[in-house]
């Protein structure tokens, strides 16, 4: 089992900044992708971006591309989402997740891939 906790939502500004947190506990052996999703009220969960531990080769929405940015630290079993030039739009419960990506035969955006899952934190942006 991976057990993965995530911090850093709050309110903020149209315009501003926030960092998201999120840290892997368990056996992380079997994950080699980590990435975050949103869901925003009355919508349908989508993938915001992606990171592949091995290369850190990542992936990104359309609507978050030049404004977010995934990483990770292997030591500290974590990923990081810097999302920049929020948008209203950006408000969202935002959940990390943890999974074994078949590259070339998934999508690190999809679901799919991910067997782990946060309980997620609350970004809100004012306009």
């Known amino acids: 089992q991976v057990h993965l906790v995530e911090s850093g939502g709050g309110s903020v500004q149209a315009g501003g900044s926030l960092r998201l947190s999120c840290v892997a506990s368990g056996y992380t052996v079997i994950t080699n992708s980590m990435a975050w999703f949103r869901q925003a009220p009355g919508k349908q969960r989508e993938g915001v971006a992606a990171i592949y531990i091995g290369t850190s080769s990542t992936d990104y929405a359309d609507s978050v591309k030049g404004r977010f940015t995934i990483s990770q630290d292997g030591d500290k079993n974590a990923a990081y989402l810097q999302m920049n030039k929020l948008e209203p739009e950006d408000t969202a419960m935002y959940y990390c997740?943890?999974?074994?990506?078949?590259?070339?035969?998934?999508?690190?955006?999809?679901?799919?891939?991910?067997?782990?899952w946060g309980r997620g934190t609350q970004v809100t942006v004012s306009s």
């Open positions: 997740a943890a999974g074994r990506l078949r590259v070339g035969y998934e999508s690190p955006l999809g679901e799919d891939v991910y067997n782990y």
